[in-house]
C-alpha cells in the first residue's frame, strides 16, 4: 500500500505519519508539504530515514507538480491534512485559505481522478457545522448537521468538503471524510490554545483568553484521531462522512486553569483579551456512527491526555522555543543544503 500523506510536517499530519509508519511497516508512506510557517521537518525527523517513507517539499494548489507526483509514485491512497489551520490567521488573511483549502483540495482530486485511486480522504472539522449555543448542552454535531460556517477557515474547509463529495456523485471518486473536533498532544504548533498556554506559562507570560474564557471545545488526543483515520480509510464506506471526537467537552478557562494548575503556576497569568470576530460558542460531537460501524471509541481521557502533552513539552523544549524564536525557518534550508 502507497499513500500520498499532504500536510504531514503539521501537528495531526506529523502525528499521522508516525502513527501509520509504526503499525505498517510494509507500507509505503510518502509526505508532500510545502513546509509553510507551520510545517516543521524536526517533527518528523524521527522517520525520516525509514526506508518506507519519502519526503517531498510541494504545493497541492501547484497542479503540474501534484500530477508529476501521481504519476511518478502511482499512490492507493490520499490521505490530505495539508491546509491553512488557524482561525485567528483567516480573519486576518483569508485568501491563502481560498488557495490551499479550496483549490488545493481540487487540485488533489483531479490527480485522483486523472491517475486513479483506490481511496481519497480528507481530514475535515467539526468547524464546518458552525456552533451550538452554551445553554443547550443537550445539542450535539451529527453527519446531518447543516453546513453553517463562521469563519474564512471552517468557510474554506467546508468548501473543500463539498468539492469531495461532488467528485464522488460525479465522478465516483472513492472518497471519505472526517469531521474531527479539537486536537492536542505533541507537536502542536504554539500558536493554538493548549501549546501557547504550556509555553507562556512555562515562560510565565501572560495568558490572553478570548472574551470571557466560556467557549467550549471538545479536546480530542491526537492518536485518538490518527486511530479514527486509520479506521476509515481501510473499513469505511466510501462516500461517506464520519464525526469524530470523545465528549471531552471544556471551557477555555478550565483548560487554561488547568495547565496552570499542572505546573505550579498563578492563576494571575491570565489576561482576559479582546475576543475573536465571529467567535464560535460550542463544539460538541456525536460520535455514534463512527463507533456504529467501524468500533473507534477514543482511548485517552482529557485529564490524561493533558499531562501526556504538558509532559511532552516539557521534555521536548528545543522543538517549540526554536518555533517561537523563529530559528526552525532556516531548518529545511540547512537541512538540504548540498544533499
Ligand atoms: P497544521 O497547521 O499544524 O499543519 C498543516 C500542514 O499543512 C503544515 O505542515 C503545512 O506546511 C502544510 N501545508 C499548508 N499549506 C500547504 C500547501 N498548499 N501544500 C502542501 N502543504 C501545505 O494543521 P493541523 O492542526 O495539523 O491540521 C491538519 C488538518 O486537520 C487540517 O486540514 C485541519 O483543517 C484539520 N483539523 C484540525 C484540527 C485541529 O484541532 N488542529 C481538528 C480537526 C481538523
Ligand atoms: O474544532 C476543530 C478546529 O480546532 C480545527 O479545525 C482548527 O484547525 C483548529 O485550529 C481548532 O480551532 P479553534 O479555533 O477551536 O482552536 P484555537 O486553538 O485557535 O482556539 C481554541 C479556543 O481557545 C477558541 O475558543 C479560541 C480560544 N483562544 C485561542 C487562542 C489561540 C484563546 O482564548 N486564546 C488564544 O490565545
Not at 18 to 25: A, D, E, Q, V
Not at 193 to 222: F, Q, S, T
Not at 302 to 323: A, M, V
Amino acid at each position: 500500500m502507497k499513500i500520498i500523506v499532504t500536510g504531514g510536517a503539521g501537528f495531526i499530519g506529523g502525528n499521522f505519519v508516525h502513527y501509520m509508519i509504526n503499525k505498517y511497516p510494509d507500507y509505503k508512506i510518502i509526505c508532500l508539504d510545502k513546509l509553510t510557517y507551520a510545517g516543521n521537518l524536526e517533527t518528523l525527523e524521527p522517520v525520516m530515514d525509514n526506508k518506507g517513507f519519502r519526503f517531498v517539499k510541494g504545493d497541492i494548489a501547484d497542479r503540474d507538480f501534484v500530477y508529476k507526483l501521481f504519476e511518478d509514485e502511482k499512490p492507493d491512497m490520499v490521505v490530505n491534512f495539508a491546509a491553512e489551520s488557524h482561525v485567528d490567521r483567516s480573519i486576518t488573511d483569508p485568501g491563502i485559505f481560498l488557495q490551499t483549502n479550496v483549490i488545493g483540495t481540487g487540485v488533489l482530486l483531479d490527480a485522483c481522478r486523472i491517475y486513479g485511486i483506490k481511496r481519497y480522504h480528507q481530514v475535515s472539522t467539526d468547524e464546518v457545522y458552525g456552533d451550538l449555543p452554551l445553554d443547550r448542552p443537550d445539542l450535539f454535531f451529527t453527519e446531518t448537521t447543516p453546513l453553517h460556517t463562521s469563519s474564512p477557515y471552517s468557510a474554506s474547509k467546508a468548501s473543500a468538503d463539498l468539492l469531495v463529495l461532488a467528485y464522488h456523485r460525479t465522478f465516483k471518486l472513492p472518497v471519505t471524510i472526517s469531521r474531527c473536533s479539537n486536537n492536542y498532544g505533541p507537536y502542536h504548533f504554539p500558536e493554538k490554545l493548549i501549546p501557547l498556554m504550556i509555553a507562556n506559562c512555562l515562560n510565565d507570560k501572560p495568558l490572553p483568553v478570548y472574551g470571557k474564557g466560556e467557549n467550549v471545545r471538545d479536546w480530542l488526543y491526537v492518536e485518538d484521531h490518527c486511530r479514527a483515520i486509520d479506521m476509515i480509510i481501510h473499513d469505511g464506506r466510501e462516500g461517506e462522512v464520519y464525526n469524530i471526537g470523545g465528549h471531552n467537552e471544556r471551557t477555555n478557562l478550565q483548560v487554561v486553569e488547568t495547565i496552570i494548575d499542572a505546573l505550579g503556576k498563578s492563576r494571575d497569568l491570565i489576561q482576559y483579551v479582546t475576543d475573536r470576530p465571529g467567535h464560535d460558542m460550542r463544539y460538541a460531537i456525536d460520535p455514534t456512527k463512527i463507533h456504529d460501524e467501524l468500533g473507534w471509541e477514543p482511548t485517552t481521557r482529557f485529564d490524561d491526555g493533558i499531562k501526556k502533552t504538558i509532559d511532552w513539552y516539557l521534555n521536548n523544549k528545543p522543538w517549540w522555543e526554536k518555533i517561537i524564536s523563529g530559528e526552525y525557518q532556516n531548518y529545511y534550508e540547512k537541512m538540504y543544503a548540498g544533499r
